[in-house]
């Protein structure tokens, strides 16, 4: 159970990103974080993100799951302790030398990503993605201008053995933790309204070892 400010918070942002997609669910977080989820590039979107778990969830459990992509098995792991987001590097705009010539390319943002993947027309309109060797040198210097944008976690697998670098979705991560919570927050104030005819607010407000007091005492 979260304090007061923070179940309330929890609840609401339970509530707002039932219903949404993905997409929507990291323009919410980032929103509620105090990104600005329309012009802020990915790696800031996570930042924002991850400071709002940490702000929301810091000092619990850090358990995970992830698929193996070699053999398929479901394995759980804690994430590191001290997990932050390296800093950017470079501004919102970068040049990448190829073929005698410099490109501008722009960081990909939230609106440019589709079916996973950045819109490479949006982030770079003038760039020669069709010639041999271009996507690979644009791809390199975005990771390098905001090493961030694309974390990765390095697991071994207990069923097979197989170390792997996997994606860490941030924002996907931290709705799995709202989406766990949020249930159970509605929980409380059901069980203590039966009880003592208490608000939702009155009910969230109270300290996590003050709600699992009259927790105990309405179970009796």
Same mark, same amino acid.
């Given at each position: ?5 923070? +179940?309330?918070?929890?609840? %609401?942002?339970? %509530? ?9 669910? +990291? ?48 394995? %759980?792991?804690?994430?590191?302790? @001290? ?10 705009? #970068? ?19 589709? @079916? ?19 996507? %690979? ?32 979705? #941030? ?50």
């Amino acid at each position: 159970m979260q304090d007061g400010p923070t +179940a309330a918070v929890i609840l %609401e942002l339970y %509530e707002k990103g039932m219903t949404a997609d993905p997409a929507g669910r +990291a323009r919410l977080l980032c929103a509620a974080a105090g990104g600005d989820p329309d012009a802020a590039p990915l790696g800031d979107v996570d930042r924002a993100v991850w400071a709002l778990h940490e702000r929301l969830f810091g000092g619990t459990t850090r358990a995970a799951t992830a698929t193996c992509p070699h053999c398929g098995e479901v394995a %759980e792991f804690e994430l590191p302790e @001290g997990l932050s987001l390296p800093d950017r590097t470079a501004g919102e705009t #970068i040049a990448v030398a190829f073929g005698g010539q410099s490109f501008a390319l722009r960081l990909p943002r939230l609106a440019d990503v589709a @079916g996973g993947a950045p819109d490479l027309t949006a982030i770079g309109p003038d760039a020669p993605w069709d010639a041999p060797g271009f996507a %690979e040198a644009a791809e390199a210097a975005l990771e390098a201008a905001d090493p961030g944008m694309r974390l990765q976690l390095e697991l071994a697998c207990a069923g097979c053995g197989t170390a792997s670098a996997l994606p860490f979705d #941030i924002p996907g991560w931290l709705w799995s933790r709202l989406a766990a919570t949020g249930p159970r927050l509605i929980d409380d104030v059901a069980r203590l309204a039966r009880a003592f005819g208490w608000s939702e607010a009155a009910i969230l407000s109270l300290s996590p070892a003050r709600r699992a007091l009259y927790l105990q005492a309405a179970a009796q």
